[in-house]
Antibody, heavy 120, light 106 residues
Framework: EVQLVDSGGGLVQPGGSLRLSCVASGFTFSEYVMDWVRQAPGKGLEWVSATTGSGGYAWYADSVKGRFTISRDNSKNTLSLQMNSLRDEDTAVYYC?????????????WGQGALVTVSS | EVVMTQSPVTLSVSPGERAILSCRASQSVSSALAWYQHKSGQAPRLLMYHASTRATGIPARFSGSESGTEFTLTITSLQSDDFAVYYCQQYSHWPLTFGGGTKVEI
C-alpha cells in the first residue's frame, strides 16, 4: 500500500525558514517524479515544485523560485522542501504527491499535508 | 501558463441528483486532464485521469468527458459522501496548473 507521510509544518515568522519532509512507502521511491502542492486558506490547489527520481532535476513555481529548494534522499525514501525567506502568502497546507507514472503525469497519491503558518 | 477555469464555483444539489462540473483550459492539453475530490482536512483523492479514465476504486457514477479544451465531470445519483470540492488539473504543460475548484454542496 502506498503511503506518504508529511511532517515539519509549524509557525514561523516572515523571513524565516522551515523544512518539510515526506516519507514514502509502498512503491519504488527512487523511480518516480515527486512533487509538492500547497493550498492556502480559502484558496485552491497550487503546484509548488517537482523533482526527478534521481533528484538531478527540479522545477519550481515562479512564486517560490529562488526561495524554496526541493530535494530527496532515496536511501531513506524521503522527499524534502527547504523553505527560506518565507512570506505571509506562503501560509498553506503543503502536500507531497506521487506521480502516476515514473516520468510524470497526474498525481495518484497524496500525503495528508503539513500546515505552514507564516506570521509575526 | 495554462489557465484552468472551473464552473460553477458552487453547485447546490440534492442527494440522488446529477451534478455536472465544467473545466476549461486556455489552450490544448491533449487529454492530459485529471479530476480530484478534496474534503477539508484530508488528502485530495484522484477520481479521473486522461480526461475520462476512472482511477482505481472510483465508482461508476463518476464519469469524465472532453471536447477540445472543455472538460466535464459528471456525478450521477449524488451520495452524501460526494459533497466536497472538486479540482481539475492539467499535466500536459509546465507548470502544472489546477482549476479554482467547484464546491458541491447540499
Amino acid at each position: 500500500e502506498v503511503q506518504l507521510v508529511d511532517s515539519g509544518g509549524g509557525l514561523v515568522q516572515p523571513g524565516g525558514s522551515l523544512r518539510l519532509s515526506c516519507v514514502a512507502s509502498g512503491f519504488t521511491f527512487s523511480e518516480y517524479v515527486m512533487d509538492w502542492v500547497r493550498q492556502a486558506p480559502g484558496k485552491g490547489l497550487e503546484w509548488v515544485s517537482a523533482t526527478t527520481g534521481s533528484g538531478g532535476y527540479a522545477w519550481y513555481a515562479d512564486s517560490v523560485k529562488g526561495r524554496f529548494t526541493i530535494s530527496r534522499d532515496n536511501s531513506k525514501n524521503t522527499l524534502s522542501l527547504q523553505m527560506n525567506s518565507l512570506r505571509d502568502e506562503d501560509t498553506a497546507v503543503y502536500y507531497c504527491a506521487k506521480r502516476y507514472e515514473p516520468a510524470g503525469g497526474h498525481f495518484d497519491y497524496w500525503g495528508q499535508g503539513a500546515l505552514v503558518t507564516v506570521s509575526s | 501558463e495554462v489557465v484552468m477555469t472551473q464552473s460553477p464555483v458552487t453547485l447546490s444539489v440534492s442527494p440522488g441528483e446529477r451534478a455536472i462540473l465544467s473545466c476549461r483550459a486556455s489552450q490544448s492539453v491533449s487529454s492530459a486532464l485529471a479530476w480530484y475530490q478534496h474534503k477539508s482536512g484530508q488528502a485530495p483523492r484522484l477520481l479521473m485521469y486522461h480526461a475520462s479514465t476512472r482511477a482505481t476504486g472510483i465508482p461508476a457514477r463518476f464519469s469524465g468527458s472532453e471536447s477540445g479544451t472543455e472538460f466535464t465531470l459528471t456525478i450521477t445519483s449524488l451520495q452524501s459522501d460526494d459533497f466536497a470540492v472538486y479540482y481539475c488539473q492539467q499535466y500536459s504543460h509546465w507548470p502544472l496548473t489546477f482549476g479554482g475548484g467547484t464546491k458541491v454542496e447540499i
